[in-house]
Structure formats: C-alpha cells, structure tokens
T-cell receptor, first 116, second 112 residues
Framework: GAGVSQSPSNKVTEKGKDVELRCDPI?????LYWYRQSLGQGLEFLIY????????KSGLPSDRFSAERTGGSVSTLTIQRTQQEDSAVYLC??????????????FGEGSWLTVV | GENVEQHPSTLSVQEGDSAVIKCTYS??????FPWYKQELGKRPQLIID?????GEKKDQRIAVTLNKTAKHFSLHITETQPEDSAVYFC???????????FGTGTRLQVFP
C-alpha cells in the first residue's frame, strides 16, 4: 500500500475488555514497530518485529500486552483487561530493512484508544 | 539501557529567527539519528536524518549536526515560519539493537 495503515482509527472500550489493534505496513517493509503516545507526551517504544520474530519485547508495559505478526506483514497488538491508563494513541511504523543499519521508519495515523 | 534526552521541552521564536533543539544519547553504539515533526493530531513525519559517519547534513532551512564524541546531536531551523510550529522529536538507533528510541519532544511555536 501507499502508507502504513492502522485500524481502528478510534476505539472506545470499557475497562476490563480486551482490544485488538491492527497494523498493515508499507508493502515490502520487513521491520515493524509499535509505539504508544499518551496525550501530549513522547513516543514510548513497545515492540519491534523483524519479519515475524520480535527480538525485543522489553517495551511492553505489562503481561496484558502482546503482539504478533504473521506472514511478515500484518501485525496485531492486543491489550487484555484494559485499564484507564492504557488510553493513548498506539502508533505503528515500518521500515525497509535489507541488512543496512539505519533505515527511516514511517508511521501510520495511529489508533486512538480510550478506556472508560 | 538506551536513553535519549531532548531540550528544551518548549521553544518560542519570532518568525524569521532561528531555532535550535538539542539531544544527547547514552548508547555509544548508536549510529542513526532521525528527526520527526508532529503536527497536532497527526502522525510523526521524518524531516531529516543523519548517520554516524557524517558530522552535518543540510536540507534547505533545516540542518542537523552530530558530535559522536560528546554523544550530542542538534536540529537547526533557520528563517522560521509559522508553519514550522509543531512538536519535534529526535531519535537514536543502536547498531546493536535496531531499536529506535525517541526523545521527549520539543514544542516549537513560531509567532508571526
């Protein structure tokens, strides 16, 4: 596709419910990232995929958060038993990683999650 | 772990003046340093980047400098315009981890 696509763009959920956020990276991009941005705050690293594997899961805030990527393309970020502090914009980004270090990453529009 | 500090958190300048945003990084293996601009309610967008084998890079009114010894890098915007108003994020990527870590952001306001 032309850019990184995320869905849903907005999600309001009740505390305690599970949510799934989807990211479709730019076609041909092998690296995929998830970041979280709370209102007016910076970009918090969550997880990174190279192909289908996630070398670094250290940024996931708790065991309620998980992510997977299948087929080297679409990724899903799942938040179980949502809490109000999970309210934020979840940004996905992708980059073309062909063995050369230092590639620009390109962000999607984000999924705005509100937990009420 | 990796850490990127960014200063100032807010910056107000008059149109036409220059703006400078500074970042420091902790991981000496960092080798890639992009800068992103985020307008209100929009996605962060790459505006310029620099790799560790280069000390300075320019693109029209924007320039970035890198001091590897001091682990500092800076964004310079000259002849600022109101449309430059946004939040700017620096970032550093470690050669060892491929993880891109962002600074806390600088809110730039350019007054006409």
């Amino acid at each position: 596709g032309a850019g990184v696509s995320q869905s849903p763009s907005n999600k309001v959920t009740e505390k305690g419910k599970d949510v799934e956020l989807r990211c479709d990276p730019i076609s041909g991009h092998t690296a995929l990232y998830w970041y979280r941005q709370s209102l007016g705050q910076g970009l918090e690293f969550l997880i990174y995929f190279q192909g289908n594997s996630a070398p670094d899961k250290s940024g996931l805030p708790s065991d309620r958060f998980s992510a997977e990527r299948t087929g080297g393309s679409v990724s899903t970020l799942t938040i179980q038993r949502t809490q109000q502090e999970d309210s934020a914009v979840y940004l996905c980004a992708s980059s073309q990683f062909v063995g050369v270090k230092g590639e620009a990453i390109y962000f999607g529009e984000g999924s705005w999650l509100t937990v009420v | 772990g990796e850490n990127v500090e960014q200063h100032p958190s807010t910056l107000s300048v008059q149109e036409g003046d220059s703006a400078v945003i500074k970042c420091t990084y902790s991981d000496s293996a960092s080798n890639y340093f992009p800068w992103y601009k985020q307008e209100l309610g929009k996605r962060p967008q790459l505006i310029i980047d620099i790799r560790s084998n280069v000390g300075e890079k320019k693109d029209q009114r924007i320039a970035v400098t890198l001091n590897k010894t001091a682990k500092h890098f800076s964004l310079h915007i000259t002849e600022t315009q109101p449309e430059d108003s946004a939040v700017y994020f620096c970032a550093a990527e470690s050669y060892n981890t491929d993880k891109l870590i962002f600074g806390t952001g600088t809110r730039l306001q350019v007054f006409p």
